[in-house]
């Protein structure tokens, strides 16, 4: 068990390393092929950060372990809004001026909207594993062309969120380094954090939806609560409702895109409607005066710690 242990922190330290290399990486890569300063930005905000749940999940579905992936990227959504930007609201209330934010919340509430329709005969089909898919590519092409609307002051803080070096063997480099390390991070929490569940009492399934969660997420709140202690509040909000729709749509339907995905009857009657709640705890906080304040930042961690404890009372009742 503390071998295991040790296996699930490294493999997260790996995960965070690998998850920031291939996030400067992406930014001077893109920058080098023609993008600007703020569509970069853009890009990162979009999903950069996401990287790591991405891994995990392939490499837990790839070695048959549905259960632990399709948790992780639930999970993730709570632990997004409600542990990432508590936080990130603890450090500094998040003002939000980007307009392109408000949109976004109607895409994670259509979203989960539509993975918990897709999912209440017990099963994503294909077809519909195809169909999240496209909606994230049609989110994508969304933030590209709503962007260009944004005050320059935004565009100027989304700039210097991917300022970094565009040399192209240094961000190959990067590339490299972050391949090996989100491998072989990935691998270890896969490997340990099912060892690790099982002997407090927790299947696949709530292992993926807390322990691997909160710890692959672990990049994203780091960044939050870095970026709210400089007033970007922007850069916060995007990066939640980015990696959101990431793993709802991308990472759920790209599993259910490769093959139908089985759907256990307590995840449609629990995790996707709480996922669904959360999403709507955005749009009172977002949708009013678009700021979320320091108490505000509390009550989104009450709402995480309900949830989690929830969760863990009745699975180990």
């Given at each position: 068990m503390i071998n295991e242990i040790g296996m699930f922190?490294?493999?997260?330290?790996?995960?965070?390393?690998?998850?920031?290399?291939?996030?400067?990486?992406?930014?001077?890569?893109?920058?080098?092929?023609?993008?600007?300063?703020?569509?970069?930005?853009?890009?990162?905000?979009?999903?950069?950060?996401?990287?790591?749940?991405?891994?995990?999940?392939?490499?837990?579905?790839?070695?048959?372990?549905?259960?632990?992936?399709?948790?992780?990227?639930?999970?993730?959504?709570?632990?997004?809004?409600?542990?990432?930007?508590?936080?990130?609201?603890?450090?500094?209330?998040?003002?939000?001026?980007?307009?392109?934010?408000?949109?976004?919340?109607?895409?994670?509430?259509?979203?989960?909207?539509?993975?918990?329709?897709?999912?209440?005969?017990?099963?994503?089909?294909?077809?519909?594993?195809g169909v999240l898919v496209a909606g994230f590519v049609g989110f994508l092409v969304f933030v590209f062309i709503r962007?260009?609307?944004?005050?320059?002051?935004?565009?100027?803080?989304?700039?210097?969120?991917?300022?970094?070096?565009?040399?192209?063997?240094?961000?190959?480099?990067?590339?490299?380094?972050?391949?090996?390390?989100?491998?072989?991070?990935?691998?270890?929490?896969v490997n340990a954090a099912p060892v690790i569940g099982l002997a407090i009492g927790m299947g696949p399934?709530?292992?993926?939806?807390?322990?691997?969660?909160?710890?692959?997420?672990l990049p994203e709140i780091v960044v939050a609560m870095i970026a709210a202690s400089k007033g970007q509040g922007d850069v916060v909000a995007g990066q939640v409702l980015g990696a959101c729709l990431f793993n709802l749509l991308f990472i759920v339907g790209g599993m259910a895109l490769l093959r139908p995905l089985p759907l256990p009857a307590s995840f449609i009657s629990l995790e996707l409607p709480a996922a669904m709640a959360f999403a709507l705890l955005l749009y009172p906080l977002l949708g009013g005066d678009l700021k979320i304040s320091r108490r505000e930042g509390g009550w989104l961690l009450l709402a995480f710690a309900i949830w989690l404890g929830y969760e863990l009372f009745t699975a180990l009742a």
């Open positions: 922190v490294l493999g997260l330290f790996l995960l965070l390393l690998g998850g920031d290399s291939v996030i400067r990486g992406a930014a001077g890569l893109g920058q080098r092929l023609g993008l600007s300063p703020f569509a970069a930005g853009l890009l990162l905000v979009a999903f950069a950060t996401s990287v790591p749940e991405l891994v995990v999940n392939a490499y837990a579905f790839q070695h048959g372990q549905t259960d632990l992936a399709l948790g992780n990227a639930i999970g993730s959504n709570m632990v997004n809004i409600g542990l990432t930007l508590g936080l990130a609201a603890l450090v500094a209330p998040l003002l939000i001026r980007m307009r392109l934010l408000a949109a976004q919340i109607v895409f994670v509430l259509v979203a989960s909207g539509m993975v918990l329709l897709f999912g209440l005969d017990g099963s994503i089909a294909r077809w519909e594993g962007g260009r609307n944004e005050s320059p002051e935004i565009q100027a803080e989304l700039a210097a969120h991917a300022v970094t070096s565009t040399n192209l063997v240094q961000n190959l480099v990067r590339f490299a380094f972050a391949a090996a390390l989100l491998f072989f991070g990935s691998r270890l929490v399934m709530l292992t993926g939806l807390t322990l691997v969660a909160v710890g692959t997420a």
